[in-house]
């Protein structure tokens, strides 16, 4: 059993900056990648940033040049930093750690989410 520990998060306005961190702990599969996936009201869940066990990072378009994903390994935590923050970037961010598909998250497991809300 995997449990994901969310933090971070909140209010910001636009431009503003967050942070989330996301620690795993528990018997995670030796090729898995971690990171966040996002939801807004009425959307899809979509990716917002992953990166693999072995540290290759994957990006939303729409994030790239603005967040940065970052690990810390030892401890399988993985840090999202967000800068620029637009209001579309607005939406649950939920912690993801599995194997498999990055477009298609399943089998493995969720945090249990947190909102951001990007408004003046």
């Known amino acids: 059993q995997v449990q994901l520990v969310e933090s971070g998060g909140g209010l910001v306005q636009p431009g503003g900056s967050l942070n989330l961190s996301c620690a795993a702990s528990?018997?995670?599969?030796?090729?898995?990648?971690m990171g966040w996936y996002r939801q807004a009201p009425g959307k899809q869940r979509e990716l917002v940033a992953v990166?693999?066990?072995?540290?290759?990072?994957t990006y939303a378009d729409s994030v790239k040049d603005r967040f940065t994903i970052s690990r810390d390994k030892a401890k399988n935590m993985r840090f999202l930093q967000m800068s620029s923050l637009k209001p579309e970037d607005a939406a649950v961010y939920s912690c993801?750690?599995?194997?498999?598909?990055?477009?298609?998250?399943?089998?493995?497991?969720w945090g249990q989410g947190t909102q951001i809300t990007v408004s003046s």
């Open positions: 528990g018997s995670i599969d030796s090729a898995y990648f």
């Open positions: 990166s693999s066990h072995a540290g290759v990072t």
């Open positions: 993801y750690v599995g194997a498999g598909e990055i477009a298609t998250p399943g089998g493995g497991y």
